[in-house]
């Protein structure tokens, strides 16, 4: 399953930049993000390199006219140009202050490489969530990749090999570098791991990359499949209000212990809320370090007295709270809702 994520990179990246007091979102969606930014390799590339983002941004080392070998050498050591895989190179500068999104866009080129140099293959999984800019819970230490010839399944050498059908249908293109879509990509996902799962799910539906209904075709697709019947329970979790992986990974570890659903993204006056429960007159805000950069603690305060003269007691749930110490955290939060600890 490879190690935790960083949560930084949730917290400032993935959370949607909602102005407060406002439904104003203040720039792209983190999807969008990610499409723009290789949009934008496109045209730095252009010039010197007019069809590498046809192959992925991702060209064999061997037989370069330029870089020379030596001058290429440099280039990998300071960061200017990109290693994918063995022999593999790319004029890709991934540098950046965000080291959880460097790693995605490594990872994106090193999934590229794995897929051109075998055509049989299509980026699937947690890889394929990466290429498509979905967050899932932790990059994996190689790219996973689908052969409908099931050739050399399991780990083999730099990537990991699954066996399934793959239909032309069901597969898109990703600058000439074949990959499940998005919703076959999150059934796979559901397989397998149900944080990824709701995380990856969430963000779909609410960039409208997929629908519903795409997602249930893909669902009967699958019937007979190993771990079917936790995808269709997990998906069926899925919703496009959420707004940033820790709040689909906070929904989903209260789904599965027992709490009520909350509604999602409501207004209070000026104060829109993560998540609200009627019932027990409680609000949950998930706590991003860059959620509210633009105010202050004193504001925070503010807000919550606010939010307590509508009749509603606030709680706040941290990345520690959900994901390293669900345990502890459901000790004090059972009792708010009436549940046995």
């Keep these: 399953m490879g190690g935790l994520p960083d949560p930084d ?3 400032e990246n993935v959370l949607v930049n909602a102005r407060p007091g406002t439904s104003e979102v203040a720039e792209p969606l983190p999807v969008e993000q990610w499409r723009l930014w290789w949009a934008n390799q496109t045209r730095l590339l252009a010039s010197e390199w007019p ?52 790693r995605r866009r490594r990872h994106a080129l090193a999934a590229a490489a794995v897929a051109l140099r075998q055509s049989g293959h299509v980026v699937s999984g947690r ?40 239909a032309a249908a069901d597969v898109t293109d990703w600058y000439g570098v074949r990959v499940l879509r998005i919703p076959r990509t999150l059934v796979d996902l559901a397989r397998h791991d149900r944080r990824d799962a709701i995380m990856a799910g969430d963000a779909a539906l609410r960039e409208k990359l997929t629908t519903p209904a795409e997602i249930d075709h893909y669902l009967d697709q699958a019937a007979g499949w190993p771990g079917v ?11 496009p209000r959420a707004e940033s992986p820790l709040e689909s990974l906070a929904r989903l570890v209260l789904h599965d212990d027992g709490f009520p659903p909350p509604d999602l993204q409501r207004w209070f006056g000026r104060d829109r809320v993560d998540m609200v429960f009627d019932e027990q007159r409680l609000i949950i805000e998930i706590d991003g ?11 925070e305060k503010r807000r919550e007295r606010r939010l307590r003269r509508h009749g509603y007691r606030v709680e706040r749930l941290t990345w520690d709270d959900v994901v390293v110490k669900w345990p502890e955290t459901r000790q004090w939060l059972r009792p708010l809702f009436g549940l046995p600890v």
């Design 127 to 166: 890889s394929g969530g990466i290429v498509h800019g979905l967050p899932v819970f932790a990059v994996p230490a190689r790219p996973a990749v689908t052969d409908p010839d099931r050739n050399g399944l399991g780990r083999n050498g730099a990537k990991h090999v699954h066996g399934a059908e793959v």
């Design 9 to 11: 990179w949730y917290f």
């Design 289 to 299: 370090l860059g959620k509210y950069r633009s105010t202050t603690p004193a504001d």
């Design 229 to 239: 019947r936790q995808a269709r329970e997990v998906l069926a979790l899925l919703d």
């Design 51 to 102: 069809t590498l983002a046809g192959q992925g941004f991702v060209l064999p080392a061997a037989g370069l006219a330029r870089p020379t070998p030596q001058q290429l050498r440099t280039l990998l050591r300071k960061g200017v140009w990109t290693r994918a895989a063995h022999g593999i190179v790319s004029p890709v500068d991934i540098r950046g202050a965000d080291r959880y999104l460097v």
